[in-house]
């Protein structure tokens, strides 16, 4: 009834809405509405109440609420389901928990504030509260072990062209999968995964937009590396709808990929990497390297050419660009 | 209690232990070593009582109680964790339950009957009560998503080796993960995994050995092509013992996979296979091959020399050898 409520002051805004013609659209009572006013302010809706005139909305919170998300969300699947929280420990390790409770295909987990947010092996991820968008997509692709890297290769891309779409901002893709700004982290991308050999169980694609931290509000030791929307635009962005773009990015990009193939999306990927064809130095879990990064392959592996002239393929590293 | 009473008896067997002398040696009542007595002959353990002689161990059930899984197995940490239930879904399904509540590296997940007992894509595995060895084991290797299809095929060589050792049956590997007496399948091989790109968070390997079923008792559509170590040996199998030498097989080369890599394990894999150097017929998701098996790569993907020359290599499917 709430976001009904809500849905019929967006519609007339700016003009305000009578309480008995609230009361007569939806079938409510005066107190009810009243009530859903009063509730619809506590989360932040600043609706202005006129005697004889009724209510209008005057603003809306930077809240990524069902509603929010949902309203005017284009996309057929992602994001048709979300579930919404203030503060978590992790999106992706609730969105683990909802697949097991048989959450569906596209559903999307988003949190305000991730209290244990994580990056790649298991490396904390900051996340403050109302400052970034931090979600998690379960999906259920029906294809085996060796595509799961292409579907974080295909969120990469569609992350990095809905920032585009949406600011401007020249992101660029550093692999494996971090969006910079700059040369700074704008965003990581985390996919984790249950599977059999020959089967996807089920995919968690988590990802984190840095986006209304000023710079100030990095922790130190990040202000050199990390950067955000805002930081970068100079004004801050609108969450939610940068997300309905995300997600309807997302899901033409993933489409795309289950029908079409990952040739396409491959050649895309490149084209927006930051991290190819120049020199580089990666750590790996064991070892550290140095060369030109010339390729990435099918599997997502990057063709690393050494100073003795031979080929060398990763599946994954931490990539510096050399200068 | 009961299993120190087990001990007792099985350390002097044939001879008879005095009710006073079991009293003594555990400080228990002699109520107490009635009633153990009297359980463990419910659990099948055929035990003889004499006036002024005491208790004899006959003989014990082939049952695959953790007690007669852990009396006298040689590994470190494969194993020493059991986990036992007289019927159950899938081993596999409760071996993830166990990974969620933190259940130790090498810990096995034991049924007498699987009811729910999956193969490859959710495929039926006939599990029936006492006849087979169904398990689970529960690992946590330090490695990334790519290394996964190694710990299958190291699977794979230590239960050949296993039960080559154990029955001399002169079992071999038929790609990708099943093992294969007198052309038919003895035993299959299901992983399943949680993980993130770079790291696996746990694997689940389940194996399902066909010990004590008679020809007969396979249902009439598997005669053709499942086998029991029974059917082939001409005599039944204690099964514990024979889960022990598996066990220990599996420590060793797993073992080594971690420390020494894979190279070896792969030669080893080679030399058992019996899918390898000859013609074969594959069907994968959406397709059928016909062509030479020519090797199989580190990755554990089957190469296939197609009629018009080219190579193809193959990370999945269903193999069928012709002849």
């Known amino acids: 009834m709430k976001s009904a409520i809500l849905r019929l002051l967006k519609d007339r805004r ?16 005066r107190t009810a509405v009243w009530k859903h006013i009063q509730s619809l302010r506590e989360d932040g809706y600043e609706i202005e109440a006129r005697t004889n005139a009724g209510y209008s909305l005057v603003s809306a919170p930077d809240r990524l609420f069902p509603g929010e998300v949902l309203d005017g ?8 389901q979300v579930y919404y ?9 609730l969105a683990k928990d909802l697949v097991q409770k048989g959450a569906d295909d596209g559903s999307v987990v988003l949190a305000e504030e991730q209290t244990g947010g994580r990056g790649r092996l298991g490396r904390a991820w900051f996340s403050p509260r109302y400052k970034g968008i931090w979600f998690s ?17 295909v969120t990469a891309v569609a992350l990095a062209l809905a920032v585009r779409k949406e600011t401007g901002i020249p992101v660029g893709i550093k692999w494996p999968n971090d969006l910079l700004a700059g040369g700074k982290k704008l965003c990581g ?14 995919l968690v694609v988590g990802a984190g937009i840095n986006a209304n931290q000023e710079r100030l509000e990095f922790p130190p030791e990040m202000r050199e590396t990390a950067t955000s929307l805002k930081v970068e635009l100079g004004r801050s962005v609108a969450r939610a709808g940068l997300l309905q773009v995300m997600l309807a990015e997302f899901e033409h990009w993933y ?4 029908t079409q193939g990952f040739t396409a999306i491959l050649s895309k990927w490149k084209e927006i990497s930051v991290s190819l064809d120049c020199p580089v130095h990666i750590h790996t879990l064991n070892k550290s390297w140095e060369g030109w990064a010339e390729d990435v392959d099918e ?22 660009i050399r200068r």
Chains 1, 2 share one sequence.
């Open 73 to 80: 969300l284009s996309t057929k699947f992602i994001g048709r």
């Open 189 to 202: 991308i985390l996919t984790e995964l249950g599977a059999e050999m020959d089967k996807v169980n089920y």
């Open 85 to 93: 929280y203030g503060g978590v420990s992790s999106t992706n390790d």
């Open 137 to 153: 997509l379960i999906l259920y692709p029906p294809v085996g072990l060796s595509a799961v890297s292409q579907v974080t290769m």
């Open 299 to 320: 599997d997502g592996a990057l063709m690393l050419r050494l100073p003795d002239g031979r080929l060398q393929r990763l599946v994954a590293g931490d990539v510096s």
């Open 255 to 258: 489409q795309f990929w289950l």
């Open 14 to 29: 700016p003009e305000f809405v009578s309480g008995e013609d609230i009361c007569k659209s939806l079938d409510v009572t």
